[in-house]
C-alpha cells in the first residue's frame, strides 16, 4: 500500500496532512502552474506565511474567507492556510457576475474577500465595488494582482512574508475537525443557491477510500482544470493528489487542444473530467495527429456518459477508466467502479459504495426498496456535509435524523451493490458537468420587467450534455426580444447557466393545478427546433 494512504488513515486535519507531507516529501514537485513548479517544502511554507498574516489580520477559527479565484495554486494556499487556523473559504466561481456575488456574499457573511484583481477580461475589483461596501461582516480585502485601494491586502506580499510556527501550532491545536470549512454554492430547486458546509472531516472521509480506489501516489502527475471552487476540482482532485504526495498541474481555463498537450508534456498520468470534456477532445478536426498523453487512469464523473464516448476512451487513449457518482453535499464521490471492475460495470453502472460508505433506494415515503427498484438515492457516512447555511428547514429535508441524506436522483442498485442511475427526481439538468437549477433561471427572468412568466427545461445536447432552453410569456402589451433576454440572463448568472435558446410564446401547458407542465414541453420539443 502506498505509505500516504496510511498516513491519511490516521490524519484529522487538513492542515495536519499538508504539514506532514512537506515533512516527508521535502523538494518534490507539488504542483505546477505555468512556469513555476512548487515543492511539498515551499507549499507548506507559503500556507504557513499566509496562516500567519491571517491571524496577525485577526482572522481565526469561526471567520470566514470568501474566495474568488480561477483554478490557480492561490486557490490551494488560501484554502489550506484557512483550514490551519480553523476558519473557512467560500468558495466563488470566476463565473459568477453581481446578481450572483451580491446574494452570496450577504448570506455567508465573510470576515474577509480574497479575489484575483483581473481574470479572463474581468476587472473584479470593478465587479466586486458596489457590492464590498454592502457587506457588513466584511473586514479585510486581500487582492492578487494591482491592490485597487490602500485598505486591500496584497495576496502577493502575505505569501512571501515569514511564517511564525508557534503561532500556528496553537491555531491547529484549536481547530475543530467536523467543523465548517469548505462552503461551496450549489444552485437551489428554490430558485437561490444553497451554500453546502463540508468539513474537514467529511473531505478526509471522503478522500480516504476515493484514494485507494485510485491508487494516486507520488509517480501520478495529475491534471487538473476543473473550477477548485467546487468538489471536481476541489476535494476529488486537488486534496486527493496532494494527500498522496503526487504532482498536480493546474490550468486556469479549459481548452481541450491545451489540455492535451500539456498532458503530453507534463507526462500526465491521471485525469479526471466530466465528460463533456472527453468529448471535445474527440471533436478537435486534428485529435488524430495530436500526441497521446501516458494516462494511466482517466476518471469521468458529474454527468452521465454516453457508452460511446467512453469506449473511444478507451480505445484511443489504452487505459482504465474509473466512473463516479456523487454530489457537493457528500464532499465529492460516494461511489464508483474500481480499476479491476469489468468494462461493462463501467459502461452500465456508477460503482458502488466504499467501506463506511451507506448507498440505499427509497421511495417517495423515503422506505427502503428492495435490489432493482428505482427510487431515489439515499447516501450515509461521514463524508457528508453539515447541512446548507442558513437554510435550516432545507438542512433537516435533506438530512433525516437517522444520518441519511437524500439526493434527489433516481437510481437502482444491484446484487452487488452496483449503483445505476436513471433520472433525477428534480428538476436540475448537467451541462458540461455543471449542475443547473431551473428555479434560478426562472426566478431571474421573472425580475424582467418584460416577463410574465418562464419555465426552463433541460434538452439533449451533443457536447455538453444538457443546455437550458427557457420559455417565455412577455407581459400584455409589453415587447421583449431573445436577444434582450439573453443579455439580462449573461449580466447576471454565470455563463454555464444562461440558456442556450429562449422562445416567446403567448401560452404554456399548465397542470389542472395551475402549474407549467414541463413534461409536456419536453414532449412538444420538435415544433420549437
Not at 491571524?55 to 483550514?83: H, N, Q, V
Not at 491508487?215 to 487538473?224: E, T, W
Amino acid at each position: 500500500m502506498n505509505k500516504f494512504l496510511a498516513y491519511l488513515q490516521g490524519e484529522t486535519s487538513l492542515g495536519q496532512m499538508v504539514t506532514n507531507r512537506a515533512g516527508i516529501l521535502g523538494t518534490a514537485p507539488a504542483i505546477t502552474f505555468g512556469d513555476e513548479t512548487v515543492s511539498y517544502e515551499e507549499l507548506n511554507r507559503r500556507v504557513d506565511a499566509l496562516a500567519t498574516g491571517l491571524l496577525k489580520m485577526g482572522l481565526s477559527r469561526g471567520d470566514r474567507i470568501a474566495l474568488i479565484m480561477p483554478t490557480r495554486p492561490e486557490f490551494i494556499y488560501c484554502w489550506l492556510a484557512a483550514s490551519k487556523i480553523g476558519a473557512s473559504i467560500v468558495g466563488l466561481n470566476v463565473r459568477y457576475r453581481e446578481h450572483e456575488l451580491r446574494y452570496m456574499l450577504d448570506v455567508s457573511a465573510p470576515s474577509a474577500l480574497v479575489t484575483i484583481r483581473e481574470f479572463d477580461g474581468v476587472d473584479f475589483w470593478e465587479l466586486l465595488a458596489p457590492i464590498v461596501p454592502e457587506v457588513r461582516s466584511l473586514r479585510h480585502l486581500i487582492v492578487l494582482g494591482k491592490r485597487p485601494s490602500e485598505n486591500a491586502v496584497s495576496l502577493s506580499e502575505l505569501l512571501t512574508s515569514t511564517p511564525e510556527p508557534s503561532r500556528i501550532a496553537d491555531a491547529m491545536a484549536n481547530v475543530d475537525p467536523a467543523g465548517e470549512n469548505f462552503i461551496i454554492f450549489t444552485s437551489g430547486s428554490t430558485g437561490r443557491p444553497k451554500g453546502a458546509l463540508l468539513t474537514q472531516k467529511g473531505i478526509l472521509a471522503m478522500i480516504r477510500p476515493w484514494a485507494k480506489n485510485i491508487g494516486l501516489s507520488p509517480d501520478d502527475r495529475m491534471l487538473i482544470f476543473l473550477p477548485l471552487n467546487h468538489v471536481g476540482g476541489g476535494t476529488i482532485s486537488a486534496l486527493t493528489a496532494l494527500g498522496c504526495g503526487a504532482h498536480i498541474v493546474l490550468q486556469e481555463t479549459f481548452h481541450p487542444r491545451e489540455a492535451l498537450l500539456a498532458a503530453d508534456r507534463y507526462r500526465i498520468t491521471v485525469l479526471g473530467a466530466v465528460p463533456t470534456a472527453y468529448a471535445l477532445f474527440f471533436a478537435l478536426p486534428d485529435f488524430d495527429t495530436l500526441p497521446k498523453p501516458p494516462f494511466r487512469l482517466l476518471i469521468y464523473g458529474g454527468a452521465p456518459a454516453p457508452r460511446e464516448l467512453l469506449e473511444r476512451m478507451r480505445r484511443e487513449f489504452g487505459c482504465t477508466i474509473v466512473g463516479a457518482y456523487g454530489a457537493t453535499e457528500v464532499s465529492g464521490f460516494c461511489t464508483y467502479t474500481s480499476q479491476e471492475d469489468p468494462f461493462e460495470k463501467v459502461l452500465n453502472t456508477v460503482g458502488r459504495a466504499p467501506t463506511g460508505v451507506e448507498i440505499r433506494i427509497v421511495d417517495r415515503e423515503r422506505r427502503p426498496l428492495p435490489v432493482g427498484d428505482i427510487g431515489e438515492v439515499a447516501v450515509r457516512g461521514e463524508l457528508l456535509f453539515k447541512g446548507y447555511l442558513g437554510e435550516e428547514e432545507g438542512s433537516e429535508t435533506a438530512l433525516d435524523k437517522d444520518g441519511w441524506f437524500y439526493t434527489g436522483d433516481l437510481g437502482k442498485l444491484d446484487q452487488e451493490g452496483y449503483l445505476t442511475l436513471v433520472g433525477r427526481l428534480k428538476e436540475m439538468y448537467i451541462t458540461a458537468g455543471f449542475n443547473v437549477y431551473p428555479a434560478e433561471i426562472e426566478d431571474l427572468l421573472g425580475r424582467h420587467p418584460a416577463v410574465a412568466t418562464a419555465a426552463v427545461i433541460g434538452v439533449p445536447d451533443p457536447i455538453k450534455g444538457e443546455v437550458g432552453w427557457a420559455f417565455v410569456i412577455p407581459k400584455p402589451a409589453q415587447e421583449v426580444s431573445e436577444e434582450a433576454l439573453l443579455a439580462f440572463c449573461r449580466e447576471r448568472l454565470a455563463d454555464y447557466k444562461v440558456p442556450a435558446r429562449i422562445i416567446l410564446t403567448s401560452n404554456l401547458p399548465m397542470t389542472p393545478l395551475g402549474k407549467i407542465h414541463k413534461v409536456t414541453l419536453k414532449e412538444n420539443l420538435s415544433q420549437y427546433v
